[in-house]
């Protein structure tokens, strides 16, 4: 499909802390003709990479290889992740968490 369209999201899985995800959701259509939406996540987990200038809250995540089927009733919301550039690796984001004050 060329409307394929991913985007970072909060999971509700883990009660202690906020669980984070890149998300691709796709549209399921069985032989019953229902209509089904079901999420593939590639969960982020705190990197130990480290910038070189390094902010007060500054959190840098990175993709697991392995991936998941999610129900998306256990979305939270969309959150707004940054690719971290001019590094050797393409799976590392920093967390913007100044763009939507009622986040956290």
Not at 45 to 69: D, H, N, Q
């Amino acid at each position: 499909n060329d409307n394929r369209r991913c985007d970072h999201v909060i999971i509700d899985d883990n009660p202690e802390d906020l669980t984070f995800a890149h998300l691709e959701v796709f549209h399921c259509k069985p032989p019953d003709e229902s209509l089904h939406d079901i999420g593939l996540v590639n969960m982020l987990t705190l990197s130990k990479w480290v910038p070189k200038i390094k902010w007060a809250g500054c959190r840098v995540y990175e993709e697991k290889k392995t991936t998941r089927f999610i129900m998306l009733k256990y979305l939270v919301r969309g959150t707004h992740m940054i690719p971290v550039f001019d590094v050797p690796r393409n799976d590392l984001t920093f967390l913007n968490d100044i763009i939507d004050g009622d986040m956290f």
